[in-house]
Structures are given as C-alpha cells and as structure tokens.
C-alpha cells in the first residue's frame, strides 16, 4: 500500500476501503468532504460522537470514504433516519449530507418537519441543481429554463429556494454559500454544528460533467469562476442598489437564532412526567 | 366473537410463558389487542417508538406516547410511516430496541424501509394490524390481505420472520417473540394481527416482569479494528454494534461486503444474499412455532391464522359433537411458511379446509405442498367482505366436506 500523506484530511478517509471515489473530475463534492473533516478537526470532536448519515444521489455516496459512524440509507430517507439516531442518542453530534433531489424533492417531507421540530441535525445540502446520478434529470433546484435530460425544451418549472423553504420551515440555523468558497464553507459547518437546533447549510456545486455540459457552462473552472461571480455576500447584497444584485444569490448565515431544540424538549417531558409520577 | 368457547380450549404459545402464567401471582385484567402489543412491547425492553396515527392500530402509540417517557424510552409522532420506519432503523443501529405499529396503507409505504432494514440486518419490529384493503379500504374492518404482502412486500428477495397471534394474550406474547427474534436473528420482524383482534376486549392475565424472557442482541467483544458489521460466524448470528461504541462501521442499503461497504462483485453478493436467506432457513426449527388442535385423530384439517382459527376452534366443538373428526393446524409464524407442519397435516387427513379473509393468499402455499395428494383435497374457503367467518360458516364447509 502506498504510505498515507498526513494532511488533515487523509486522516479521516477510510483508505483501505472504497477508494478511488465514484465522483467525477470536477465534482465540487470532494471540496465539501474536504471542508467538512477540516470543521470537524478543528471543532476536535470526538469521532466515534459523530454519525453522517445520507441518502442516495452522488453526495450522498460522501459517507463511506469518511472514518465516522456512517449510515447510507434510502433516497430520500436520510433526515428520518437521522432524527433516529439523534433522539435515541442526543449527546451525538449527527449530520446529514444530502443533494437537492434527495433532499428537496423525495425528501422534502422530512426536511420542513424536522425543520419545524428544531431536532439538532446539521443537514448538509450539496446543491447542483440536477440528479447527477441517473444522468441529469430536472431536480427542484433546477433553474427555469435549464435543460435537462428530462426537461430537454427548457425546465419550466420554477425552482425552488432551498434556504428560504428550511427558514419557512422554522429551521434556527440556515447559510448559503458555495464550493468555491472553501473556507466561509468550513466556517459555516463549524457553525451549524454547533448550533443547537435544526440547521441548514446550502452549498451550491459545480456539476461540469452533467449539468455544465447539457447547459454549455464550460467546465470545472468556468463553473467555480461563476459561483464566485454570480453570488454576493449577505452584508454586500443589502447596500447594493437592486440592479447590481439582480440574478445573483445571497451568500452567508441567513438565519441564526437560538430555540427550543426537540431533544431538549423531549427530555423536559421525560422530567416532567417522571416528577408527576414521583419518580 | 366466540371469546367464550374459545377461551375454554389450550392456549398454545412459548412454552416457557405458559409455565410461568401457573407460578406467578395472578392478576386479570380486560384488555385490547392493541394494549397487549403495546404492553409487550414495554416488557420485551422496546425503548424506541416512531410511528403515525392509523386506524387500527392507533392505541398502539397512544399507550407508548403515555408509558415510554416514564421508562426514558423515547416516543416520536414522525411525519408519515416512510420516516417511522426510518427513524426506528436508525434507533436501532445507535443501540435502541425499537418498534412501530401501522395498518395496511401505511405498511405499504414502509415497504422500502422494511427492506432496508433486511438488507442492513438491523433489528427492529413493524407491527401491522390489518385492516379491509385495498387502498383505504375498510379501516374498521378486518381482513387478512396481508399475508403475501408481509413476505413479499418489499422488492428484491428477502426473507421474512412474521407472525401472527390469535387472542389477546398470545398478542402480549408474540410481541415480546417479535423483538425477540428482531434482537436475535437481526432483521425487521412483523407481527400481524387482525383489525378485530386490536380492538377486541378479553381477560388477560399478564406475568411478571421476572418471568418474560428477554433477548437483546450480541454485542462485539473483538476490538473496533477487528470488528465485522456482518461477521459470518455460527449460524449466521452476528454480534451487532451501535454507532456511539467505538466501531465506526458503515451501513448501505447496497449490496455490501461482510465489513458493510458496497460492492459490485458477484461473489460478494451471493454471499450477502446467501447469508439472508440461510440466517432465516438454517433457523427454521427455532422460528416456526405452530399450534396443532385435535389432530391426532382427525379425518379433516383445518388451516388457519389469527382470527378465524378462533371460529375454526368453535366449528370444530360443533362438528365434533356430530361426530366429524375436525382438527386444526394454526401457524403462529406464518413465514417462514411451516411446511413440515403442513406435509404432516396433508400426509394424515383426507381434506384440508383453508378458511381466510382474503382471495386465497395461504391456499397457494398449502397447494404447493400438495405433491403427493390430489389438489381437490384442499379446500379454499374465502371471504371478503369486511366481516369475518362465524363458526357456522365454517361448520357448513365442513359438512359439505365430510
């Protein structure tokens, strides 16, 4: 076996498994992984405390290169099964890596809901606007009139604002930022993880194989060089007038704020009854 | 219902709880099915619910949503029956003994979930009190259309422990089987009960806490490096860690290696499918529980589950004080199917009558059995409708066959 470099991250990666990796060249999820072990080395959070649970969809294949309690599960699914885990052992730190199908379109069930409850999970969402996966059909997310595999005249659906439905929701935590960003990124995870409540970060992705080819975005770097170009930092965007913001998404912590978290909730009620019960 | 006949012939169960019934302190009370389950579930150790209100099994949750908080054990009213599933998986691999209780539409959404389960041989318990189908169908009433569905629901190929009590006590009883056997053999187990077993009131008198045997799952003792999530050792009855313990192990709802981790390779796969297949049919001795009523002298046989065995039971009293040698075979698993059970009845009576709740779901199995005999030895006997058999219905059959 080749000796492991010891950066950071090649300490968290399971090496001897199920490496090479299923992503393509330039997939922005390798970044994410990346910003996520980078978070969680600096927070020094013990890692048997720690479970990334996913659904399906190619972020959702993120758990099994990473050395933590992993749980894989169904498309989806991954917020269910995670609110699971989490009330049976709050004192563990859970996060759900999820795309923008999976989350927003098949899951989106689970998402308000967990949202509403406040369950400490950190969700997040690796958003490239398609179902990489089966090959580039239209997600949610998919902006109007971009073409799909499914959509090959134009989406024209409107698309969803991720962030904005998780806040509607009642999610206490939501940021927005984006692959290129890596280290606000890194900052924002710090942050979701430890806030206590149900929080949200968005990464927006660069997908250069699949939806940059069907909507001709060039490639990897074209696709990076537009999230930098195309998105504006919270504090910026409200001091520009509206005609240098229009077309462009709104990076940062959209919402922080601190409520009653549901496994606080739950174990009020276990005191509460067991007082009534004179326990 | 026949509850007073009925109540008079042997009780048939685990053998170690109907001896304990005779040691302990007697206490009756009238009680549901559904308080039964509930109150197993309690006894068996289950500490995790998530479930979705659903006619009929709805006072299954209610009863867990009272007594879990006193027990710290959690209760969770999750947004439909998929994140039920979902959320008792989950509880399971971080160490929980969990259950859910639902009715026919919502065991239809948590089919996936039930195969997810399988494959990721995590324990865990569905239980399904049928209601009339298809689609909604008739909440109130009841109806065994589920027979098929409770082993074949899921997709893909994956082997079912279910079972299905008769009375409200056995409903305690086979409760406390279901976790058990999740705990043990690491699977989703279902436990099936008939819509009017749920609500139906009987005298019941439940042991103590000292008497009920409890089962909780192997835990590892090898150090986390060492540790396999799917360890092929005796009889296919691996330890099972959870998330929290140190092993950091990897779950996936794809075809995985004996570590967890996915794989494309056919060997690999065959071994994993191999190993779900063998962990239920090596095991069938310890599965199978069957009750056989009157059959030692027993020219006619009849087959049935849950409910209607209890009509059975009285069809056979009346037909008996005519003279028709009656007997019955009730299985308290239905899957694993109790074939040998099944070839015995056949090899020793001339007629099996296979009264159910349903278009003819058992009679499939019984025929398949049916080698040696001619097919027109097994009787379907079907309703429905919505209402159950009465004995009379029954004893016509029988009539008619004799």
């Given at each position: 076996?080749?000796t492991?470099?010891?950066?950071?991250v090649h300490?968290?990666?399971?090496?001897?498994?199920?490496?090479p990796h299923?992503?393509?060249?330039?997939?922005?999820n390798g970044?994410?992984?990346?910003?996520?072990i980078?978070?969680?080395?600096?927070?020094?959070?013990?890692?048997?405390?720690?479970?990334?649970v996913?659904?399906?969809?190619?972020?959702?294949?993120?758990?099994?290169?990473?050395?933590?309690?992993?749980?894989?599960?169904?498309?989806?699914?991954?917020?269910?099964?995670?609110?699971g885990?989490?009330?049976?052992?709050?004192?563990?730190?859970?996060?759900?890596?999820?795309?923008?199908?999976?989350?927003?379109?098949?899951?989106?069930?689970?998402?308000?809901?967990?949202?509403?409850?406040?369950?400490?999970?950190?969700?997040?969402?690796?958003?490239?606007?398609?179902?990489?996966?089966?090959?580039?059909?239209?997600?949610?997310?998919?902006p109007?009139m971009?073409?799909?595999?499914?959509?090959?005249y134009?989406?024209i659906?409107?698309?969803?604002?991720?962030?904005?439905?998780?806040?509607?929701?009642?999610?206490?935590?939501?940021?927005?930022?984006t692959?290129?960003?890596?280290?606000?990124?890194?900052?924002?995870?710090?942050?979701a993880?430890?806030?206590?409540?149900?929080?949200?970060?968005?990464?927006?992705?660069?997908?250069?194989?699949?939806?940059?080819?069907?909507?001709?975005?060039?490639?990897?770097?074209?696709?990076?060089?537009?999230?930098?170009?195309n998105?504006?930092?919270?504090?910026?965007?409200e001091?520009?007038?509206?005609?240098?913001?229009?077309?462009?998404?709104?990076?940062?912590?959209?919402?922080?704020?601190?409520?009653?978290?549901?496994?606080?909730?739950y174990?009020?009620?276990?005191?509460?009854?067991?007082?009534?019960?004179?326990? | 219902?026949?509850?007073?006949?009925?109540?008079?012939?042997?009780?048939?169960?685990e053998?170690?709880l109907?001896?304990?019934q005779?040691?302990?302190?007697?206490?009756?009370?009238?009680?549901?099915?559904?308080?039964?389950?509930?109150?197993?579930?309690l006894d068996?150790?289950?500490?995790?619910?998530?479930?979705?209100?659903i006619?009929?099994?709805?006072?299954?949750?209610?009863?867990?949503?009272?007594?879990?908080?006193?027990?710290?054990?959690?209760?969770?009213?999750?947004?439909?029956?998929?994140?039920?599933?979902?959320?008792?998986?989950?509880a399971s691999?971080a160490?929980?003994?969990?259950?859910?209780?639902?009715?026919?539409p919502?065991?239809?959404?948590?089919?996936?979930?039930?195969?997810y389960a399988k494959?990721?041989?995590?324990?865990?318990?569905?239980?399904?009190?049928?209601r009339?189908?298809?689609?909604t169908?008739?909440?109130?009433?009841?109806?065994q259309?589920?027979?098929?569905q409770?082993?074949w629901?899921?997709?893909?190929?994956?082997?079912?422990?279910?079972?299905?009590?008769?009375?409200?006590?056995?409903?305690?009883?086979?409760?406390?089987?279901?976790?058990?056997?999740?705990?043990?053999?690491?699977?989703?187990?279902?436990?099936?009960?008939?819509?009017?077993?749920?609500?139906?009131?009987?005298?019941?008198?439940?042991?103590d806490?000292?008497?009920?045997?409890?089962?909780?799952?192997?835990k590892?003792?090898?150090?986390?490096?060492?540790?396999k999530?799917?360890?092929?050792?005796?009889?296919?009855?691996?330890?099972?860690?959870?998330?929290?313990?140190g092993?950091?192990?990897?779950?996936?709802?794809?075809?995985?290696?004996?570590?967890?981790?996915p794989?494309?390779?056919s060997?690999?796969a065959?071994?994993?499918?191999?190993?779900?297949?063998?962990?239920?049919?090596?095991?069938?001795r310890d599965?199978?529980q069957?009750?056989?009523?009157k059959?030692?002298?027993?020219?006619i046989?009849i087959?049935?589950a849950?409910?209607?065995?209890?009509?059975?039971?009285?069809?056979?009293?009346?037909?008996?004080?005519?003279?028709?040698?009656?007997?019955?075979?009730?299985?308290?698993?239905?899957?694993?199917f109790p074939d040998?059970?099944?070839?015995?009845?056949?090899?020793?009576?001339?007629?099996?009558?296979?009264?159910?709740?349903?278009?003819?779901?058992f009679?499939?199995?019984?025929?398949?059995?049916?080698?040696?005999?001619?097919?027109?030895?097994?009787?379907?006997?079907?309703?429905?409708?919505?209402?159950?058999?009465?004995?009379?219905?029954?004893?016509?059959?029988?009539?008619?066959?004799?």
């Amino acid at each position: 076996m080749a000796t492991i470099p010891q950066k950071i991250v090649h300490q968290y990666l399971r090496h001897d498994k199920k490496f090479p990796h299923v992503w393509c060249a330039g997939c922005s999820n390798g970044i994410v992984l990346g910003a996520i072990i980078r978070a969680i080395a600096e927070m020094d959070i013990n890692r048997d405390d720690i479970v990334m649970v996913s659904g399906i969809g190619c972020s959702s294949r993120m758990p099994v290169y990473i050395d933590l309690n992993t749980l894989h599960t169904l498309h989806g699914r991954s917020i269910a099964y995670a609110t699971g885990v989490k009330l049976y052992k709050p004192y563990m730190k859970v996060i759900v890596i999820t795309g923008d199908g999976d989350c927003t379109a098949i899951g989106g069930n689970h998402l308000i809901h967990a949202a509403r409850r406040n369950i400490d999970l950190t969700v997040i969402l690796i958003n490239n606007n398609i179902y990489g996966m089966t090959g580039g059909q239209a997600s949610p997310t998919t902006p109007h009139m971009a073409i799909a595999t499914t959509a090959p005249y134009g989406n024209i659906e409107p698309d969803f604002n991720v962030c904005n439905l998780a806040m509607g929701a009642g999610a206490s935590f939501v940021a927005r930022t984006t692959a290129y960003h890596v280290q606000e990124m890194q900052k924002y995870f710090i942050e979701a993880i430890n806030h206590p409540g149900f929080s949200l970060v968005e990464v927006e992705s660069a997908c250069p194989v699949i939806y940059g080819r069907l909507n001709k975005k060039g490639g990897a770097p074209e696709m990076m060089k537009s999230m930098r170009d195309n998105t504006i930092p919270l504090a910026a965007y409200e001091k520009l007038p509206k005609e240098k913001t229009e077309g462009k998404t709104i990076r940062g912590i959209l919402r922080q704020e601190v409520r009653q978290e549901y496994c606080a909730a739950y174990q009020d009620l276990i005191k509460r009854v067991n007082v009534k019960e004179g326990k | 219902m026949q509850s007073k006949k009925t109540k008079t012939l042997e009780p048939q169960t685990e053998t170690k709880l109907a001896e304990l019934q005779q040691t302990r302190e007697r206490r009756t009370v009238l009680m549901q099915g559904n308080e039964a389950v509930a109150y197993g579930a309690l006894d068996a150790g289950v500490n995790f619910f998530a479930g979705y209100p659903i006619t009929p099994s709805t006072e299954i949750a209610e009863i867990l949503s009272v007594e879990l908080p006193k027990r710290n054990g959690v209760f969770v009213q999750m947004e439909d029956e998929i994140a039920s599933i979902c959320a008792i998986t989950g509880a399971s691999l971080a160490g929980a003994k969990s259950l859910t209780a639902t009715s026919g539409p919502g065991f239809s959404l948590m089919q996936e979930g039930i195969g997810y389960a399988k494959i990721t041989e995590t324990p865990c318990v569905v239980v399904n009190v049928q209601r009339m189908g298809p689609s909604t169908g008739m909440p109130t009433s009841p109806a065994q259309g589920d027979i098929m569905q409770s082993k074949w629901g899921s997709h893909g190929d994956s082997p079912a422990i279910v079972l299905y009590p008769d009375s409200v006590k056995e409903s305690y009883e086979l409760t406390i089987r279901a976790v058990n056997l999740s705990e043990k053999y690491r699977t989703c187990v279902i436990l099936l009960l008939d819509e009017v077993l749920g609500h139906m009131r009987e005298a019941v008198c439940l042991p103590d806490l000292a008497n009920v045997r409890v089962i909780s799952r192997i835990k590892p003792t090898v150090p986390p490096h060492w540790y396999k999530h799917y360890d092929e050792n005796q009889k296919y009855l691996s330890p099972l860690a959870s998330y929290g313990e140190g092993y950091r192990f990897h779950v996936t709802g794809l075809t995985h290696d004996s570590h967890g981790f996915p794989t494309n390779k056919s060997t690999e796969a065959f071994e994993m499918m191999e190993r779900l297949r063998k962990k239920i049919s090596y095991n069938i001795r310890d599965l199978v529980q069957i009750e056989s009523h009157k059959m030692e002298d027993a020219t006619i046989a009849i087959f049935a589950a849950g409910i209607v065995s209890r009509a059975a039971k009285a069809a056979i009293v009346m037909a008996r004080a005519e003279g028709i040698k009656v007997g019955l075979l009730r299985p308290l698993t239905i899957w694993p199917f109790p074939d040998d059970a099944v070839r015995k009845m056949l090899r020793n009576v001339e007629t099996v009558i296979v009264p159910e709740l349903n278009q003819g779901q058992f009679i499939g199995e019984i025929q398949r059995l049916t080698k040696d005999k001619s097919e027109s030895n097994v009787i379907s006997l079907q309703r429905c409708d919505g209402t159950l058999f009465t004995p009379n219905d029954i004893l016509r059959k029988i009539k008619e066959v004799s």
